[in-house]
């Protein structure tokens, strides 16, 4: 924990879009936190869900393959798209934004980064306060015996393992979930709870590469300003609350998450 400053004041939104104006907020704030989605993940060759032409939901229809009812009605089918994604996403690396982010946090500045990714590669950068709101696909679980979470490499192993490709329970048979938050079920309540807690203390949120549209994680920012807190978005694409942003970046996230270690 670094050092604390005066809090970072709150001012009406204005048309600030420099990464040296975000700078300025985090110097002066008292506590720091990100708040990050699948844009960040981008770069590292992982598509996001909703961007037309190659967002993932594009060409998969997610209540078909990424629902809870899903998983239960048809496991077979749910495995075959999932067991291609882990595939997929093991072999990502973290760019230079998820290292910015564990930099910042390195150096004081940065209390915690919130996520709604499930690709670990915010651990993988290095990010030790890690909240992960959507779960991981570091384990998958029994629902049915509750026996201990099985490794992702265990479960690629049981995949391979099975006739229908389904990885199995060792101790009852059932199929595993991916320790992930499915369509159709609710967050892990201490887990939003800590993502809750570490907003409303925040004098700054930076949101990068989210498109703030995905509830409750997208009534986070909300806590920030309600407790006076400054908003900073950085993505690409517009979000439902750019008017209230102080500072609004519009560039590439590691472009300009690059920017602010320089500025800072």
Not at 226 to 232: F, K, N, Q, T, V
Request: proline content about 7%.
């Amino acid at each position: 924990m670094r050092a604390r400053g005066e809090t970072a004041p709150r001012v009406p939104p204005s048309t600030a879009t420099t990464a040296a104006e975000l700078a300025a907020l985090v110097r002066r704030a008292h506590a720091v936190v990100a708040l990050t989605g699948a844009g960040i993940s981008t770069p590292s060759g992982i598509p996001d869900f909703r961007s037309p032409g190659s967002g993932l939901w594009e060409t998969v229809d997610p209540m078909q393959v990424a629902h809870i009812e899903a998983f239960h009605a048809d496991p077979a089918r749910f495995w075959q798209f999932y067991s291609a994604r882990f595939a997929a996403l093991g072999s990502k690396r973290p760019n230079a934004a998820h290292h910015a982010l564990a930099e910042l946090e390195r150096r004081g500045l940065l209390d915690a980064v919130i996520t709604q990714n499930v690709d670990m590669l915010h651990r993988a950068a290095g990010t030790r306060e890690l909240v992960e709101v959507h779960g991981s696909i570091a384990t998958c679980s029994c629902l049915q015996c509750r026996a201990e979470p099985v490794a992702l490499a265990r479960v690629r192993e049981r995949v391979l393992e099975d006739p229908e490709g389904i990885p199995r329970c060792e101790r009852c048979r059932a199929p595993l979930k991916p320790d992930v938050v499915l369509f159709g079920e609710l967050l892990h309540e201490p887990t939003l709870a800590r993502a809750s807690e570490l907003c409303e203390r925040a004098d700054v949120l930076i949101c990068v590469g989210s498109s703030l549209e995905v509830h409750p994680v997208a009534g986070l920012p909300l806590l920030t300003l309600e407790r006076g807190g400054a908003l900073a978005i950085l993505t690409q694409g517009a979000t439902p609350l750019d008017a209230l942003a102080q500072v609004r970046l519009h560039g590439d996230v590691v472009d300009e998450l690059d920017a602010l270690l320089a500025a800072l």
